[in-house]
């Protein structure tokens, strides 16, 4: 059974920096696709940064050289570096496995591979 467990969000101003952490069981995240996910307030949910299972990563425009995604293969955990954070970046932030080792940036990964989201709140 996949099970995600995201930490490390929280209240930052603008300027700060958080880490997130993704716990991931069930399965090796050495042999999938990960991607962070988040979604503000009244916007749609828009991935922000990914890896695939070769360790090549995707960022959105947005977030290109403030944020850095890595994995821990041997804690199994994906974490996510996110440094000049701005209003902007407020959001529910959710970890997700793609169902292959490739990301699908038209394709959300599906129902059963989320976790279960955490606040990244910036205050300006």
């Known amino acids: 059974q996949v099970q995600l467990v995201e930490s490390g969000g929280g209240l930052v101003q603008a300027g700060g920096s958080l880490s997130l952490s993704c716990a991931a069981s069930g399965f090796n995240i050495r042999n999938y696709a990960m991607g962070w996910y988040r979604q503000a307030p009244g916007k749609e949910r828009e991935l922000v940064a990914a890896v695939n299972s070769a360790g090549i990563p995707y960022y959105t425009e947005s977030v290109k050289f403030r944020f850095t995604i890595s994995r821990d293969l041997d804690k199994n955990t994906l974490f996510l570096q996110m440094d000049s954070l701005n209003a902007e970046d407020t959001a529910v932030y959710y970890c997700?496995?793609?169902?292959?080792?490739?990301?699908?940036?038209?394709?959300?990964?599906?129902?059963?591979?989320w976790g279960q989201g955490t606040q990244v709140s910036v205050s300006s």
């Open positions: 997700a496995r793609f169902p292959t080792i490739r990301i699908t940036l038209a394709t959300a990964p599906p129902q059963g591979s």
